[in-house]
């Protein structure tokens, strides 16, 4: 009989819950006593196959000497060394696309929401003001819309502000001929947007990719809208922009340190929504991570290939010898 396949399963939630999503006649599921960093790197050396932590408080900087396959339960694999395993040769995958419309849909709700003053109109009420008319407001229809990024949550961005009556534009590092929307160089893009969002992967390129100048470039009264990774806007040069009067809003769901520090000065920016990376987080997205974790991992059971690996390791799982 074929020996179990020991699963560490680190998304905190309780064991009997994890039991229930991702349990299988064929593993034996294993989760951290205490959610340390030092109980990851004791269990690692004893476990075939890893699904990451979606929060990620829990890290996985190498693969130890049997892990042979790791899924993550996220879009996002910011929590994993991927050239470490890859240099392993153990694949790692992601969900890709489970949360494309969920991103999609807080850009667009956190634009109509800054367009619209809904916030501070909501603060006024609530403190027996009644600012119908001074708070002024603007529609999105017939905005120029700048999309930076064109995976699958830009093209759903595009879509739907497409829908609105936007005029759609997109930037990313590759052009795509089968994009919804027509291409711009970035620069021209920033220039002539009203709204930029930003849904775009972290990377050696992007990383501080809207810093000071990039701002400045930005039509005065324009919003940016931030889905995709904190790291992607210079922080300081966006309150710098928003204090200045240069941008007209701006909405951020990601930030270089989260949660945001009681100190940061983002909390006191003017015209800035914040939310808590939130953006993908909905009961559909989380029933479609569920679903593309648990059917990956199966695969793998089944000795078939894992689909969405991200770390360029080919897509075998080899069961690697327990000592």
């Given amino acids: 009989m074929t020996e179990p396949w020991r699963v560490l399963a680190l998304p905190p939630l309780p064991h009997e819950v994890l039991e229930s999503l991702f349990g299988d006649p064929r593993i034996e599921l294993v989760t951290p006593q205490e959610r340390t960093q030092q109980e990851v790197g004791r269990l690692l050396p004893d476990v075939d196959v890893v699904i990451g932590d979606w929060s990620p408080s829990l890290r996985l900087l190498e693969p130890g000497p049997r892990v042979s396959f790791v899924q993550q339960p996220s879009v996002g694999?910011?929590?994993i060394k991927l050239e470490a395993f890859a240099a392993a040769g153990v694949p790692v995958s992601n969900c890709a696309g489970a949360n494309s419309t969920s991103v999609a849909e807080w850009c667009l709700s956190a634009t109509l929401a800054m367009l619209r003053a809904t916030v501070e109109g909501d603060a006024a009420v609530r403190r027996g003001d009644w600012p119908q008319t001074s708070l002024g407001g603007r529609e999105l229809s017939g905005s120029r819309v700048g999309v930076i990024g064109m995976g699958?949550?830009?093209?759903?961005?595009?879509?739907?502000?497409s829908a609105f009556g936007c005029d759609v534009r997109y930037w990313s590092r590759s052009r795509h001929d089968d994009a919804p929307a027509p291409y711009a160089e970035l620069d021209e893009l920033l220039a002539t947007s009203d709204v930029v969002v930003l849904v775009i992967a972290l990377g050696g390129q992007t990383r501080g990719l809207i810093d000071t100048e990039r701002l400045a470039r930005m039509k005065p009264g324009a919003l940016l809208v931030n889905g995709a990774r904190g790291e992607v806007v210079d922080e300081a040069a966006l309150v710098a922009a928003l204090e200045s009067g240069h941008l007209g809003g701006a909405a951020l769901d990601v930030f270089v340190t989260e949660p945001l520090p009681a100190d940061s000065p983002l909390r006191t920016a003017p015209r800035l929504l914040l939310s808590p990376h939130m953006a993908g987080s909905t009961v559909q997205a989380a029933m479609r991570i569920v679903g593309q974790s648990t059917a990956n991992l199966t695969r793998v059971l089944d000795g078939l290939p894992p689909v969405?690996?991200?770390?360029?390791?080919e897509p075998v799982v080899r069961r690697r010898p327990t000592r």
Avoid: K, Y
């Avoid at 969405?308 to 390791?313: R, S």
């Fill in 152 to 161: 699958a949550i830009g093209r759903r961005a595009a879509e739907l502000f």
């Fill in 308 to 313: 969405d690996v991200v770390n360029g390791v």
């Fill in 77 to 79: 694999t910011d929590g």
